[in-house]
């Protein structure tokens, strides 16, 4: 008679094993980069968010990669920031400029310019993220050829720049030009389910987020890391490039990296994370 | 394709202390088993050896195999005795030699 008990106690052990694997909190704790930086990484949403509470997907990885990103030296994101800066000194084009040429140093007239991207861009009409900015910047004032998709230097000046405003709370202006719109846009492609698994990436992200997809832990995949150092691919991983790994992964056909559509979503996922420090280069699984 | 070391030691210690040493390389460690889209295998390319010496006597070396991904990161402990020079060599499957160096003052 005992043994019915026995049994649903093994199923009850059972069950509550499997739900721990599946499921795994985000870790709580705070990090704090060489012991100085203190970062933002749980802010409070906004009124109209749809979390209560915006989390950083450092909190989703590891206590190894957790540690590599808190560590500027161990950090390999760093290799790709130094290699930046060697690019924002090269004199390039027909100009005969560098970046540092009108820019000087890019502490002082970087620092800001990460958390506030993408950003309005009224002579193109559309909104500008780092990259786009480079690209324009190279073909109107140094005379030299934009920057093809995912180049190694445009992933390391973009990493190098983005830096400059490490720990800062992301902020973008979306009162400027038509950035509402574009938003709009964004929201919705972020809800609109594609590809033949019928995903959004609200169904991951934001249903779905702190489970396990495969081996991978979901975040709520926010902006603020990006370009991200992922060990899988031991090198820096551009937003765009991310996006479009997504939605390949839906098995979708994905957009061309800054095509109006990716753009779109930027302004919109970057407003998801805005309150969150700029963490580039952010360590990602 | 490689590759500016960085490396991290204490500017100063006591005489018997045991420090932390950090070292990172930029370096693509290629395997030789990848193939490129033509099919062709990509010759291995790695980082082979890495070697620390203070004031000449090596206090740290290692072969380093393909198996090692890439931006090979180091961390070791030595002990000092006496104010000197750590020197750090890596050693590159094409023959290049990255070396550099780090002063420490022991008290």
């Known amino acids: 008679m005992r043994t019915p008990g026995i049994l649903a106690a093994a199923a009850l052990a059972l069950a509550m094993g499997a739900t721990s694997l599946v499921f795994a909190e985000p870790a709580d704790e705070e990090l704090v980069i060489d012991g100085e930086i203190e970062m933002q990484t749980r802010v409070e949403a906004a009124e109209d968010h749809p979390f209560d509470e915006v989390i950083s997907g450092w909190h989703y990885r590891t206590e190894e990669t957790r540690a590599l990103e808190a560590d500027s030296f161990a950090n390999p994101g760093m290799l790709y920031v130094e290699e930046g800066e060697e690019i924002w000194n090269t004199v390039e084009g027909s100009q005969g400029k560098s970046c540092a040429s009108c820019h000087d140093d890019a502490a002082e007239s970087m620092a800001g310019v990460g958390a506030s991207y993408p950003k309005w861009n009224e002579e193109a009409g559309k909104p500008f993220n780092i990259e786009l900015q480079i690209n324009a910047c190279r073909e109107q004032n140094m005379g030299a050829e934009p920057y093809k998709f995912d180049a190694p230097q445009q992933k390391a000046l973009t990493t190098f720049i983005k830096h400059q405003s490490l720990g800062e709370p992301v902020d973008i202006d979306l009162e400027a030009g038509e950035m509402q719109s574009w938003w709009d846009r964004g929201e919705d492609l972020y809800y609109t389910r594609t590809g033949q698994l019928d995903l959004a990436c609200a169904t991951c992200h934001e249903g779905y987020n702190g489970q396990y997809i495969r081996a991978d832990h979901l975040s709520q995949g926010n902006a603020n890391g990006f370009p991200t150092y992922r060990l899988k691919q031991a090198n820096m991983v551009s937003l765009h490039n991310r996006f479009r790994g997504c939605i390949r992964d839906t098995r979708a056909e994905f957009p061309d990296a800054f095509s109006d559509e990716l753009m779109a979503l930027e302004v919109y996922v970057t407003w998801r994370g805005e309150g969150l420090s700029v963490e580039t280069p952010a360590v990602r699984q | ?107």
């Open chain 2, 1 to 107: 394709m490689a590759s500016r070391p960085r490396v991290r030691v204490p500017k100063t210690a006591s005489a018997g202390d045991v420090i932390d040493i950090k070292t990172l390389i930029s370096h693509q460690m290629e395997s030789g088993q990848r193939k490129d889209a033509d099919g062709n295998t990509i010759p291995r390319q790695i980082i082979n050896s890495f070697t620390c010496e203070f004031n000449g006597q090596v206090v740290f070396a290692c072969d380093i195999q393909p198996a090692v991904s890439a931006n090979p990161y180091m961390e070791f402990k030595a002990k000092v005795n006496e104010s000197g020079t750590f020197k750090f060599t890596w050693v590159d499957d094409d023959g290049s030699v990255y070396e550099t160096e780090e002063q420490i003052e022991v008290s």
